[in-house]
């Protein structure tokens, strides 16, 4: 049961993940071209999706908590069992999970792009009035 519960967190991260990332292609394209232009947009989009693949899936399964499930060292002590109740619950946690950690990398990726386009502005109006001084 435990390692059904395992390979399904997985699917459940998995696919929270791309669902993610699909909803944030168009932001992360017009964001990345407006930063580093158009020829190297495309290439940043892949790694920034990788990375928030990679951050989505590995936030959303949290390994240490599903131990609980496992038999332990001791005789005395019992795993816990593994009801409807608590099926939901664990697949609840990782989609709660997932979506969390990609928010957060979203916003720091955002906050620092919203810092570069601010200093992109301020050189392009800085570029602007000095010809015509």
Do not use: H
Not at 69 to 85: H, Q
């Amino acid at each position: 049961m435990f390692l059904w519960l395992l390979l399904t967190s997985f699917v459940v991260a998995v696919l929270c993940a791309l669902l993610t990332i699909y909803i944030f292609r168009t932001a992360l394209v017009k964001t990345l071209t407006r930063i580093v232009g158009e020829d190297l947009a495309l290439s940043w989009k892949k790694f920034i999706q990788f990375a928030l693949f990679v951050v989505g899936v590995s936030g959303g399964i949290r390994v240490w908590d599903l131990e609980k499930y496992l038999p332990a060292a001791t005789p005395d002590s019992r795993p816990v069992v593994l009801t409807n109740e608590r099926w939901v619950l664990e697949l609840y946690s990782v989609v709660i999970n997932t979506v969390q950690s990609m928010a957060w990398m979203l916003f720091v990726f955002f906050l620092f792009t919203l810092v570069t386009i601010g200093i992109l502005r301020i050189f392009e109006m800085k570029s602007e009035k000095k010809p015509g001084s």
